[in-house]
Structures are given as structure tokens and as C-alpha cells.
């Protein structure tokens, strides 16, 4: 299984990014998907999973509100939509495919994507 991020870049404060995570296999649909950031010098957060179907997603607080996940299973897509983006969304944000079937924290991941920069200036 192999998951590719892309989609990011830079961004103005209150600006939107949006970000795909493609994977290969077929492995998508019958799982569970997450977004995961790492901002310079602090761990990695686990901001949005989401449920086979789609039909269930969790946000952090961090992002609630602002960011939206998605997901096209034909399409072996998954999206992570970014509004009113703020300066402390800077980080590098991942994929990854969750283990078992829970799309909540604490989402452990089987497979992980590259990771896409996303840089918001103030």
C-alpha cells in the first residue's frame, strides 16, 4: 500500500488549501483514514479521521470548524479541506491508514504517506 500526499504550499492567514492523500491498493475503501501535522519542535497531532463509508468523522479542536475530510472510494482519494488557515497551521501534514476499524483518536496507523508541507504566513 502506498499513499501519496500533495496539495500543499504556501498560504495567507485566512486563506484555504486543499489537501489529497491518493492511495494505492485496494485496500482504501475497507479502511479507516487520518490526517496527522507535525509543526517544527512539537509532536505529531492527529487532527481528522474518518470511516470506511465516510459517513463519520472526527475533528481535533485544533481544526474543528475550519478544515473538512472527505473521502472518494472510487477514486482511492481522500481530501482535507483547510479554510480561515492561521499561522500555527504550519506544519507537515500526513495520511495514513488507520488500523481496525475506529476512525477517533487514538488512531493507530498502519500506513503513512510522505507528508506535505503547508505553510500559512501571518
Known amino acids: 500500500v502506498q499513499l501519496q500526499a500533495s496539495g500543499g504550499g504556501l498560504a495567507q492567514a485566512g486563506g484555504s488549501l486543499r489537501l489529497s492523500c491518493a492511495a494505492s491498493?485496494?485496500?482504501?475503501?475497507?479502511?479507516?483514514m487520518g490526517w496527522f501535522r507535525q509543526a517544527p519542535g512539537k509532536e505529531r497531532e492527529f487532527i481528522s479521521g474518518i470511516s470506511r463509508s465516510g459517513g463519520s468523522i472526527y475533528y481535533a479542536n485544533s481544526v474543528k470548524g475550519r478544515f473538512t475530510t472527505s473521502r472518494d472510494n472510487a477514486k482511492n482519494t481522500m481530501y482535507l479541506q483547510m479554510n480561515s488557515l492561521k499561522p500555527e497551521d504550519t506544519a507537515v501534514y500526513y495520511c495514513a491508514i488507520g488500523r481496525g476499524v475506529e476512525y477517533r483518536p487514538p488512531f493507530p496507523a498502519d500506513y503513512w504517506g510522505q507528508g506535505t508541507q503547508v505553510t500559512v504566513s501571518s
Open positions: 491498493g485496494r485496500v482504501f475503501s475497507s479502511s479507516v
